[in-house]
């Protein structure tokens, strides 16, 4: 079973920086992306930045600039570098992992249980 744990948020003033760390456990697919997604209260879950196993990196046009994501193979783990942090940031970030065996399989999707990122004077 794949499960996927967050660690590295909390509170920073703007500004500031933080680092996020998902660290994925039991994945089987060799076709894969990791990513990011972030969800603020009355507002819907969106992207933030995503990693393919091979192929383009992809950011949200609001973090583009400020925040960088990288995956560590040989660790099984995406980080989310995050500077220059704003106020509408805050929010709950969850760390999301997208895999398929091969290009005919069905694709499986899972979440980490989310790590809360508030930035406020």
């Known amino acids: 079973q794949v499960q996927l744990v967050e660690s590295g948020g909390g509170l920073v003033q703007p500004g500031g920086s933080l680092g996020l760390s998902c660290s994925a456990s039991?994945?089987?697919?060799?076709?894969?992306?990791m990513g990011w997604y972030r969800q603020a209260p009355g507002k819907q879950r969106e992207l933030v930045a995503a990693?393919?196993?091979?192929?383009?990196?992809m950011y949200a046009d609001s973090v583009k600039g400020r925040f960088t994501i990288s995956r560590d193979y040989a660790k099984n783990t995406v980080n989310l570098r995050m500077n220059n942090l704003k106020p509408e940031d805050t929010a709950v970030y969850f760390c999301?992992?997208?895999?398929?065996?091969?290009?005919?399989?069905?694709?499986?999707?899972?979440w980490g249980q989310g790590t809360q990122v508030t930035v406020s004077s």
């Open positions: 039991g994945t089987r697919f060799s076709i894969n992306t």
């Open positions: 990693a393919p196993i091979s192929g383009v990196i």
């Open positions: 999301n992992y997208r895999g398929k065996r091969s290009w005919f399989s069905t694709e499986y999707d899972y």
